[in-house]
């Protein structure tokens, strides 16, 4: 099916629906764990992971960049 698609919709399609679920689900997983353990080195990775999809997508749709 991939075959069909060309590079440019492919790209578009993981960059709007794979990235987001990547990222949320990545997010969630953090929470999960950290309710068990508290905040260990790998929760807040997994929240830094999360966060780095949401800046992409709002750096993609034109926001402003926070410093």
Same mark, same amino acid.
């Given at each position: 099916?991939?075959?069909?698609?060309?590079? /440019?919709?492919?790209?578009?399609?993981?960059? !709007?629906?794979?990235?987001?679920? +990547?990222?949320? &689900?990545?997010? =969630?997983?953090?929470?999960?764990?950290? /309710?068990?353990?508290?905040?260990?080195?790998? !929760?807040?990775?997994?929240?830094? +992971?999360?966060? &780095?999809?949401? =800046?992409?997508?709002?750096?993609?749709?034109?926001?402003?960049?926070?410093?």
């Amino acid at each position: 099916m991939w075959l069909f698609l060309t590079r /440019r919709l492919r790209t578009w399609l993981i960059l !709007t629906v794979v990235v987001p679920l +990547a990222t949320g &689900l990545l997010r =969630r997983v953090g929470q999960v764990i950290e /309710r068990r353990t508290g905040s260990t080195p790998v !929760t807040r990775a997994l929240y830094k +992971a999360g966060d &780095l999809g949401d =800046r992409a997508r709002s750096t993609l749709r034109g926001g402003r960049r926070r410093r």
